[in-house]
Every structure is written in structure tokens, then in C-alpha cells.
């Protein structure tokens, strides 16, 4: 009876199992390409990425051809298995020699655990290779005065764009300030339409307007002092400040009442913009690639706009800064085997010429210095310049915060955002939450 | 060799051991390890004493999802069972339009999951979905609005799960010998005597065991509510699978992912004894006893 009944816990059990085995495990299957650490071959890991695999592969091949450390061997990753295999990689001899990153906070947890190499050294050595890229650029891997990755694809600021057709139905204008953006708001409600696209179900689309109002109320600053875990940093004035600006858009309707379950994935706030039911969308600058693919009539009717995000009476930041996804990164292991040949491919292959025009002609734009002429003769080169010039007129170029927060300070601001969206927390909810 | 007439070597059952330890017994081990670390998802996982088991007890959040998970198990048995017990029933007659219909009505059984959620997402999309065209439905945000989206799940969980537990009453019912219906029909029975006297009682075990697939289902229930709501809005739809899921994957807090991972194991294993013991699972006989 005692065997049988022992039979039936671990039967119940099993139908647990599910829930132990994912913790336990994050990812597990053969490496790709082999371990790096020991062997004469860096391996470069990288995202998977339809438009920009053949072009980290035709820079690889180019390396290979000319190095003189050794070779290089690149291996991608979709997404979510990138982050996993990365993380479970990271500190074992099968970890790669450059891996991809997004800077900031992500970056940050491996460079606390002393498992990225310090390239400043590097670019001491260079001048001409620091100086190659746009320096607010450059800055979206350093930590505490150390570069730890160098940029390696375009960049993607959030721009808020607009659909020219309803904004002209309305009687509105293009917004410089805050107080014109509420107008605006009032005139697009008044003509039926909702005012802003929010595709509220994912909070990062909500976060950039956070991030934004922050920075045009105190300056890139004071979110600074919150990464940097200055004490008391949730509770600066500027916070509840920023928060209440955007308490007060939200009650006054400026996303209507459903962005709560609008996607951005499957056609949501996009589609709402290019078919003329909403006045703006406050997005990173692949929505210009995403309109295009999704809703080509509307761009080629010349009717997505896209502008910077409005000034703030009498706030501290300057309106030229931008917010978004500064770049990507490569970075060095600080354990790698083969540190000469992956130094060789990152002083020679990021800034050269035909990878930069690789990039331009997939539609990136890539951080470097001194190709606007280049980017304004592609197809879509008034949205690419746009993009530039506002990258190198940026006083600051602020990582977006999930980025450059911790992962698990980065959960818990964005769960209290959503909550703030949707009413459940006011402003000062907000601060409290996120001080607490 | 008396004995190794009446039963196979105990070698036998070596495969499923292994792949039962291999895949549940070990996991299960290090997950309680983990939970005892701050591991981060890199690095060697270091000890970090009772620090995560603090945690979770003062954690409201955890407080609330699994007080949601509860809600939500409930929900789904009480909407779940009296359904599949309905159709189960009717579909259990040799009618041929039965046998067609209820063919129809098993096609959610060969879907994936994932499949499910994302067509529910879009029939449900508050701004381009189906039910916008229609008259009352357009008016509910039904995956936006934090009053109802545990319903909406609900609802979606359960068009999933009946035709599973429907299948499981038709063979139920269809098992029942057809002596007593005749019998209680010449005792002068009519059909909702016959249900509730004859039917019902003879599928009591079948409730049994479709109740505890569907706690201990629900209670785990995770894929579905990750691709239709992703846990919110806000945290209105946060289970706590997803929460543990969330915790782990998302702020990459694997170890106090790992505590919540064997809270709920504990959880679980509590309800499968106390459910199967409290409905007499364990003693189960023929239900065709005297027939």
C-alpha cells in the first residue's frame, strides 16, 4: 500500500514537473559552432536578424581573408534563445569570444561579474577609431568612465510620428511643445479621432513616453541618478513632476480607452496610425521600416510624418536629447582565448567602409561620423537623415530604461508603469512603488 | 521462476524510472537548491541562505497570483465541468447528427495552444477583432479591461479544455449498461430522472478524475494566458506560474524564481493528495458492481 501510494505522489508530481524542470534549466542543446574559449577561431555570437546576417557575415568573411590574429567564426540566435544561452554561456569555456548586447544596465551585470574585457585601453591606442563613432553613441556601453563594447549596428531613436492627413483633418499642428502637443490632443479628440496610439499592452511602448517627459522636465540626469542607485533617485521632484505631466495626458484622454490591449506586434498601433483613426505614435524609428513593409500606401501618400519629441516649458532637459536604442554592441569575454584576433576584427571591420555601406543600404543607420551625404541618397533618405542629424545634434542619447536598468529593477518598473497606465497607481503611486 | 510467471522483472520498469528521474526527480532537487541561491542565470550559484524564502513570504505580489490562481481554478471547474458533462452526455447517444457534431465540437482538442491564444487574441482585439462587428460584444474591451480580462481567460481556457473533458464523459457514459436505463424506464423514470438518478451517480468517479486534471491543469495553466495576455493588463491576469515565469525569465531572478517554482510544486502535490483523498480516488471500485 505504502509503494502504491508513494506511486501516486510522484504521479501527481510529474504533472508539476513542467514547472521545476523550467526553472531548473534556461536553455540547454549543443553550442553552436563550438566553445571559443580554448580554440584558434573567435567565435562571434550575434542576433538573428534577417537584414543584418548577411552583412555581419560578409564582414567576417572580409576579416578572414586580411587577419592577421587568427579567424573569426560568427553563430546567431533568435531573440528570447540569444538572452538565454548568452546568460547560461557567459563565465564557461563555452562562451564566445564578441557577443552582441544592447549596453546599459544588460551589459552592466556582466561587466559587475568581471567577465567583459575593458576596450578602453584600445581606443586610447586609436584616437581615430574613437573618433569614428558619434561619442552619445559610443557612451551607450561605457560604465564608470570604461568602454566595454563598441557599436555595431544603426541607430534607433524613438521619434514621434504622425499621420499628416488626420492631424490636417483636425486643425492640428505638428507639436515643439508640450502645451501645442495638448492642443493638438484636444483638437484630434474633438474630430472623433484618438489622439495618440498607444499599444499599451506591452509597457515598454508606454515607457518611452515616461522616459521622454523625464528627461524634457529634469535632464538625463536624474535618471542617471536612479541607474546609478543614488539614493532616493525615484524620489526626485522631476520624477513626480514627469509623472504628473503624463497623469494628466493620460486622464485627458490623449490615448483613448483602449490602448490597454492594443498590440505592437501583431498590427496594432501602427495599423491605428496608418489608417487615419489616430493623430501620433511615439515609437522607435523601425516604425518607419514597419509602416513601410505593413501599410506602404500610406508612407508613399506622404502622410507618416515624423518629428522630435516636444520641449517642456521651463524643464531642465535640453530638446535635442534623445531616448531609444543607442546602438548594439560587440564586447570582448574578459576570459576569451582569442583576445588579439576579436580586438583585430573590432579596430578594423565596424568602421570600415563596405560594412558601414552594408548597413546604410539595409536601411540602418549606422553611428559613425561623416556619412550624411551617403544616407541622404538611399530610397528613404529623408527619414535616415532625419535620424542621423538627430543622433549628432543629441547632447544626450539616453538608453531606453528597461535596457539600461537591471533586468530585475527593469520587471518591477515596468510592471508599476503598466499599473500607472492603466489607473491602478497615480504619480505619486508611481514613486512610491518604485522607492519602496 | 513461480513468481516470474506472474510478473515481468522489475528491470522492466528501468526505462521510465530513468526518464522519471532524468527529467522529474532531478529538476525537482535542483530547483529546491536553487531556490536556496541568488543565481542570476550566470555564474556558479552560490548559497544565499533563506534570503528568497523571506522574500516570498512577505511578497504581496506572490499573495495576489496565487489568491488569482485560486480564483481562476475555481472559475474553470465551475464553468468546465457542468459543460463537458452536458455535451459528454449528449454526445455519448448513437445519433448520426451527434457523431457529427460532436466531431466538430472536439476540433479545439487538435490545436495547439499556442494556436488557441493567438486566435483568440486577434478575435478578441479590441480595435480590429471580430466581435467589434458585432452588436453588445463591441462594446467590452475584453483583454483590456482589468474587470473582466480574467473571465476573457477563463473563457478561452475552457473552450480549450471541454472537448478533453467531454471526450472523457462520452466513454464514461456510453460505459454505462444500457439494462439500467431500460429498467428505469419500465419503472416509469423519465429522461431527467434517468440523468440525475442513473447518469450522474454512475460518472462519479469520471467527475473525479476530470476535476482533478482540471485543478491540477489549471493550477499550471500558463502557456495559454503568456500569448493572450502576457500576465496583464497591469497584473490582472498574473498567475502565479506566470509570475514564476516572469521572475525567472524576464527580471532573471532564478533564484527566487526557484522558491516560487517549489512553492507551487508543494502547492500542487498538496492539492492532487488532498483532492484524490478527500473525493475517494484512492479507493475507487467497479461502478458496475451488482449489474
Given at each position: 500500500m505504502t509503494s502504491r501510494r508513494l506511486t501516486r505522489v510522484a504521479v501527481s508530481a510529474t504533472s508539476l514537473v513542467l514547472i521545476g524542470s523550467m526553472a531548473a534549466c534556461g536553455s540547454s542543446g549543443p553550442a553552436g559552432g563550438g566553445g571559443?574559449?580554448?580554440?584558434d577561431t573567435a567565435q562571434v555570437w550575434a542576433l538573428q536578424d534577417a537584414a543584418l546576417a548577411p552583412i555581419l557575415e560578409g564582414s567576417i568573411e572580409r576579416f578572414n581573408e586580411q587577419s592577421e590574429a587568427g579567424d573569426a567564426e560568427l553563430t546567431t540566435f533568435g531573440n528570447d534563445p540569444y538572452k538565454q544561452r548568452l546568460r547560461i554561456a557567459?563565465?564557461?569555456?563555452?562562451?564566445?569570444?564578441l557577443f552582441f548586447n544592447w549596453g546599459g544596465g544588460n551589459l552592466k551585470e556582466y561587466v559587475d561579474a568581471g567577465e567583459v574585457e575593458d576596450l578602453t585601453g584600445m581606443l586610447d591606442e586609436n584616437p581615430e577609431l574613437r573618433e569614428a563613432f558619434l561619442p552619445s553613441v559610443l557612451a551607450?556601453?561605457?560604465l564608470d568612465g570604461a568602454n566595454y563594447g563598441l557599436p555595431m549596428r544603426g541607430m534607433q531613436p524613438v521619434v514621434l510620428y504622425y499621420n499628416q492627413a488626420v492631424l490636417d483633418e483636425a486643425g492640428a499642428t505638428v507639436p515643439t511643445t508640450w502645451a501645442e502637443m495638448l492642443t493638438a490632443v484636444d483638437q484630434l479628440k474633438a474630430a472623433g479621432k484618438t489622439p495618440v496610439a498607444l499599444a499599451?499592452?506591452?509597457?515598454w511602448t508606454e515607457l518611452m513616453w515616461a522616459e521622454y517627459l523625464l528627461d524634457r522636465v529634469g535632464g538625463p540626469q536624474v535618471f542617471q541618478n536612479i541607474r546609478d542607485g543614488v539614493e532616493g533617485g525615484w524620489q526626485q521632484p522631476e520624477v513626480l513632476e514627469a509623472m504628473t505631466l503624463l497623469q494628466e495626458f493620460i486622464e485627458r484622454g490623449a490615448f483613448g480607452?483602449?490602448?490597454?490591449?492594443?498590440?505592437?506586434?501583431?498590427?496594432?498601433a501602427s495599423t491605428i496610425l496608418a489608417q487615419g483613426d489616430a493623430g501620433f505614435h511615439l515609437m522607435g524609428s523601425w516604425e518607419y521600416t514597419n509602416q513601410l513593409d505593413q501599410s506602404p500606401d500610406f508612407v508613399a501618400a506622404g502622410d507618416l510624418g515624423w518629428t522630435e519629441f516636444p520641449a517642456v516649458e521651463g524643464?531642465?532637459?535640453?530638446?535635442s536629447n534623445l531616448v531609444g536604442n543607442v546602438s548594439n554592441f560587440y564586447s570582448l569575454t574578459a576570459?576569451?582565448?582569442n583576445k588579439d584576433a576579436a580586438r583585430e576584427y573590432l579596430e578594423t571591420q565596424l568602421t570600415s567602409d563596405e560594412y558601414i555601406t552594408d548597413l546604410i543600404e539595409a536601411g540602418d543607420v549606422p553611428?559613425?561620423?561623416?556619412?550624411r551625404d551617403q544616407l541622404a541618397a538611399t530610397d528613404n533618405g529623408d527619414h535616415a537623415t532625419f535620424v542621423y542629424d538627430s543622433a549628432v545634434a543629441a547632447d544626450n542619447f539616453q538608453l531606453s530604461w528597461d535596457q539600461d536598468l537591471t533586468s530585475d529593477e527593469a520587471n518591477e518598473m515596468l510592471e508599476q508603469l503598466s499599473r500607472f497606465f492603466l489607473g491602478e497607481i497615480d504619480a505619486q503611486g508611481f514613486v512610491d512603488a518604485l522607492a519602496g | 521462476m513461480q513468481t516470474g510467471l506472474q510478473r515481468p522483472s522489475a528491470w522492466y520498469a528501468t526505462p521510465a524510472l530513468l526518464f522519471f528521474g532524468l527529467f522529474a526527480l532531478v529538476p525537482m532537487v535542483l530547483v529546491v537548491y536553487l531556490s536556496f541561491t541568488d543565481w542570476r542565470g550566470f555564474g556558479f550559484p552560490g548559497l544565499s541562505g533563506t534570503e528568497n524564502w523571506t522574500r516570498l513570504v512577505q511578497d504581496g505580489e506572490a499573495l495576489d497570483s496565487l489568491g488569482l490562481t485560486l480564483l481562476f481554478m475555481v472559475l474553470s471547474w465551475l464553468v468546465q465541468t457542468p459543460i463537458a458533462i452536458m455535451i459528454g452526455v449528449w454526445a455519448a447517444g448513437k445519433q448520426r447528427n451527434r457523431a457529427v457534431l460532436s466531431t466538430l465540437f472536439f476540433?479545439?482538442?487538435?490545436?495547439s495552444t499556442a494556436a488557441i491564444a493567438l486566435l483568440w487574441r486577434s478575435v478578441l482585439d479590441?480595435?480590429?477583432?471580430?466581435?467589434?462587428?458585432?452588436p453588445v460584444l463591441d462594446r467590452f474591451n475584453f483583454l483590456g479591461d482589468t474587470s473582466i480580462v480574467v473571465y476573457t481567460v477563463v473563457f478561452v481556457v475552457s473552450w480549450q479544455y471541454i472537448p478533453f473533458h467531454t471526450l472523457l464523459y462520452q466513454a464514461a457514459t456510453r460505459g454505462i449498461p444500457a439494462s439500467l436505463y431500460e429498467a428505469a424506464t419500465i419503472d416509469g423514470a423519465g429522461r431527467f430522472k434517468q440523468f440525475f438518478q442513473i447518469t450522474l451517480p454512475l460518472l462519479r468517479y469520471t467527475i473525479v478524475t476530470s476535476s482533478v486534471l482540471m485543478l491540477v491543469g489549471s493550477f499550471t495553466t500558463f502557456d495559454t494566458i503568456l500569448i493572450l495576455?502576457?500576465?496583464?493588463?497591469?497584473?490582472?491576469?498574473?498567475v502565479a506560474p506566470l509570475y514564476m515565469y516572469i521572475t525567472g525569465?524576464?527580471?532573471?531572478e532564478l533564484g527566487y524564481a526557484s522558491a516560487i517554482a517549489v512553492l507551487l510544486l508543494l502547492l500542487g502535490g498538496v492539492l492532487s493528495l488532498v483532492v484524490t483523498r478527500a473525493t475517494g480516488f484512492r479507493n475507487m471500485q467497479s461502478e458496475q458492481e451488482g449489474v
Open positions: 571559443g574559449g580554448g580554440g557567459i563565465g564557461t569555456p563555452t562562451a564566445p569570444d551607450g556601453a561605457e499599451g499592452n506591452q509597457p480607452s483602449d490602448f490597454a490591449s492594443v498590440g505592437y506586434d501583431v498590427g496594432g524643464g531642465a532637459g535640453d530638446p576570459d576569451s582565448g553611428p559613425v561620423e561623416g556619412i | 476540433l479545439p482538442l487538435l490545436l479590441t480595435n480590429f477583432g471580430v466581435t467589434q462587428a458585432l495576455t502576457g500576465g496583464g493588463p497591469g497584473t490582472a491576469t498574473r525569465f524576464s527580471a532573471y
